[in-house]
Each structure stands twice: as structure tokens, then as C-alpha cells.
């Protein structure tokens, strides 16, 4: 009985407490429903400042969770701005950006289309071009370059001075094909530091305006440059692989070499491993060039030991292959990647991709593989020219000249002349041809199109010997 009594008293001492703390629960949460009742109902009412107060404090909050990654709390908070506030163009652009870091590009652009033309709703001007800047950058990211110009257009004439607003509408003009307004767009601002907000933002132009250059063959004035960006970043590695490119296109391989010694076996001094990965791949080109087999071979071992996560990478991988004979490594390499084409950004990467296929089975010595991979190729694009050069070549094999060309005189003018190699391909391919026919005249007038310029085919050195020969 004592201990049935004893029992007893426990347990309605533990039911008053459980009482007590159901009690002060229940008026917590009550008092929390008020609060926010309240809160709504002052929204509403909209006492003076109450409202903006909650969507500053709500933009901190997202700021903070920005920084730190935190993606989706972000979205959310500036989500209850626009709950409070539908149409505010400050919460939309940047819900827009963070879609975008999200990796929501589609999302992003829709946001922004249906405010970048209503600069009213704005608060600032500043505001507003931030919102244009990113609404320019997500465009260029779709490949609506046409589209990116006209917004960057906009910018320029509401903010002229801007240095990297320049650099964006050269960068576009290239992405268009226009490399030359390109160049004439950086021309104007290269000189002027003092026009760009950041030191960084100013080197960045000039590694744009350098490798612009380069693709005009203007290398004399891009190595001026490069020196200039070597004076300010003596430690960049890129800068170091720049300069040894343009000792290369200067035909001096031994100092090309020398600079690229100084810092390859030094990762650290590159940002990416990207950036490494491209300058080793560039060293062991100049390697095997200057026919240093073993050398090659010792940082061919290196880039095998990486994981080569971008097709490109193993395209250049499979190249290196196949020209030191090692024909089936390089098929191999390829075949790995050939069948997922969606894992390609653009069918000009996969076709450039199946190119070098084909471009392996000529050198192993089977060139009618060759010929129905780059066949397949002009199915589906017949205005894909570098296909229609390497198929000159399997003709040339066969001593089909005058298929040759009836390929090559059918390629449009415009498009030769717009890619430097191929101007030099194709012309060194008919004067050839033109040779091997006893054109002479012919063979001349195709041969002083390149070389006039200063330009060499690597794989047709002896055209020069033989119309020397027959002088």
C-alpha cells in the first residue's frame, strides 16, 4: 500500500508539471500566431518605413547566405521580398542571378526578359545596368550573341566610360566573327588604365586584346603587350605559356621551349588546373616538334596520370598519340567519347571531334575509315570546310586532282579567308594539285597566296623546293 501511495503522489506531481509546460507552450505559440497576425496586418495598414525595414533586413540575410553558398536560402528569402513586394526589380534580378548560380539559366533568362526593357521600374541606374550586365552574360552563355550586342549596346551609350564594357562588346563582336571590330574596339581603351575600376579588370582586357591579335597575325604587337602584362604579373603562368605561343608563331621553338621550362614543372604559378593542363599540352607539341621524343614521353606520363573530365582534353591527348605512331591509343582514346554527342557543348566541338577521328585513321594508313567518318560529317553540315580539306587530301592519295579541285574551288572565298589555317591549307593544297599538273603558273598564283604573307603549311614544305627547282 505505501508503495502504491507513493506511486500515486509521483504521478500527480508529474501531471501538474506536464500541466504547467502544456501551459507556457501553448501561450508561447499563441502569442507567436499574434505576433505574426500582427505583423501581416501591419503590412497591410503599411505604417511609415515598416515595410522597407523587413525587406532590408530580408536582402542582409539573403546577402549572408549568398556569400556562403547557400543558394536556396538565398532564393527563399528574397522569395518573401517579393511576396511582399511581386514586382520589385531589385529581389527579381537578383532571384535571376542566384537561378542562374544555380545552374537555372532558363529560369534566369525569363526573369530578366520581363524586366530589362522597363529601366522605370528601377530604382537607380545603376540598378538597372547591373540587371543589363547579367542579362548580357546569360545571353552570350545561350549563344544569343546577336542579342547580347544589342543589350551591351544599350550599356555603352548609358555608361561610356566603363573599360569593361568594351571588353564585353569586343568579346562579343569575336564570338560573332567580327575579330577585327573586335581589335578596333580594344584599340581605343588598351591604353587607358585609368578607364578600368580594377587592375584586374584592365589585365584581363589585355589577355583578350592579345589573343585577338594573335588570330590576326599581328604577333609583334601581341608580344609588346605581353611583355607589358609580364612587367605587372611576373608569376602568372598563363602569361609565360601566351609568350612562348608567340616564340613559336615567330618560328623560334628554342626560346618557346626555354620559357615553358622555366615553369612547367611549377603548378602552383597556375590559376586552374585547366590552364596547367593546356600549357603542358602546348609544351609537349613544341617537344615533339623539335623531335624530343623522351622528354615528351616524360609529361605525356604526367597528363595520363589526370583525369581528363573535358572532351577537348582528350581529343588533344589522342592527337599526341596518333602522330608519335601510337595510332590505336589514340582511336581508343576517341571512341570513348564519340558516342555521347550530348556530352559535347556544340556540334562544331563533336565535328572538330569526329575530324580528328578520321584525321587518325589517314595516319594509320586506312584513309577509306577516314573518308566515311568525314562524309558522315558533311551529311549533316555540308558547309563544314575542314572536312571538305581533309577529304582533298584522301583524294590526293588516290591522285584525284581534279576532284580536288572542283572540293576546294567550291569552298566560298569568305570562308577561306576568315580562318587564317585554312587560307593556308587550301592554297597550299592547290598549288600542289596545280604542280602535279604542270600548272606552273597556277601553282605560282596559289603558292604567293600564303607564302607572300609569311605563312608556312608544315605538311607541304616541298612546294617551295620544286618551283624553286623548275625556275
Known sequence: ???????????????????????????????????????????????????????????????????????????????????????????????????????????????????????????????????????VHLLIEEDRV?????????????????????????????????????????????????????????????????HLLLEEDRVKEAGQYLELILDRDPEEGWVFRLLARISALKRESGRALSILEDIIDDEERFETEEEYLHTLFEFIDLL??????????????????????????????????????????????????????????????????????????????DPEEAEKILNSILERDPRSYWSLFHLSRIKYLRGELEKIKEILLGIPDYAIEEDKNLFIYVNAMLAQVYLDMEEREKALEYFEKYYSKGLDCPFLENIKDQLHNEK
Not at 507513493?6 to 507552450?25: A, G, P
Not at 518605413?49 to 547566405?65: D, H, N, T
Not at 537561378?99 to 538597372?128: H, P
Not at 583525369?307 to 605512331?325: F, H, P, T, V
Request: include cysteine; proline fraction near 1%; charged fraction near 35%.
Open 1 to 135: 500500500m505505501r508503495e502504491s501511495s507513493c506511486w500515486t503522489r509521483f504521478y500527480k506531481k508529474y501531471l501538474m508539471e506536464l500541466k504547467k509546460k502544456l501551459l507556457i507552450l501553448s501561450l508561447t505559440a499563441g502569442f507567436l500566431i499574434l505576433a505574426a497576425i500582427y505583423f501581416r496586418h501591419s503590412l497591410r495598414r503599411r505604417p511609415p518605413g515598416i515595410e522597407e525595414m523587413w525587406k532590408e533586413q530580408l536582402y542582409v540575410l539573403a546577402g549572408r547566405s549568398y556569400e556562403s553558398g547557400e543558394y536556396e536560402d538565398a532564393a527563399e528569402l528574397i522569395q518573401e521580398i517579393l511576396r511582399i513586394d511581386p514586382q520589385n526589380r531589385r529581389a527579381l534580378s537578383e532571384l535571376a542571378r542566384i537561378s542562374a548560380l544555380k545552374g537555372e539559366t532558363g529560369r534566369a533568362l525569363s526573369i530578366l526578359e520581363d524586366i530589362v526593357d522597363d529601366e522605370a521600374g528601377f530604382e537607380t541606374q545603376e540598378e538597372y545596368l547591373y540587371t543589363l550586365y547579367d542579362y
Open 146 to 210: 546577336k542579342e547580347a550586342g544589342q543589350y551591351l549596346e544599350l550599356i555603352v551609350s548609358r555608361d561610356p566610360d566603363e573599360g569593361w564594357v568594351f571588353r564585353e562588346l569586343a568579346r562579343i563582336s569575336a564570338l560573332k566573327g567580327d575579330s577585327r571590330r573586335a581589335i578596333s574596339i580594344l584599340e581605343d581603351i588598351v591604353d587607358d588604365e585609368d578607364g578600368f575600376e580594377t587592375e584586374e579588370d584592365y589585365l584581363h582586357t589585355l589577355h583578350d586584346y592579345i
Open 288 to 365: 615533339m616538334r623539335e623531335e624530343k621524343n623522351e622528354e615528351a614521353e616524360k609529361y605525356l606520363e604526367v597528363i595520363e596520370t589526370r583525369e581528363l573530365n573535358q572532351y577537348w582534353m582528350r581529343r588533344r591527348l589522342a592527337n599526341i598519340y596518333s602522330r608519335g605512331g601510337c595510332h590505336d591509343r589514340a582511336l581508343s582514346v576517341l571512341e570513348e567519347i564519340i558516342d555521347d554527342e550530348d556530352g559535347f557543348e556544340t556540334w562544331e566541338e563533336y565535328s572538330w571531334t569526329l575530324r580528328e577521328y578520321a584525321a587518325v585513321y589517314y595516319r594509320k594508313g
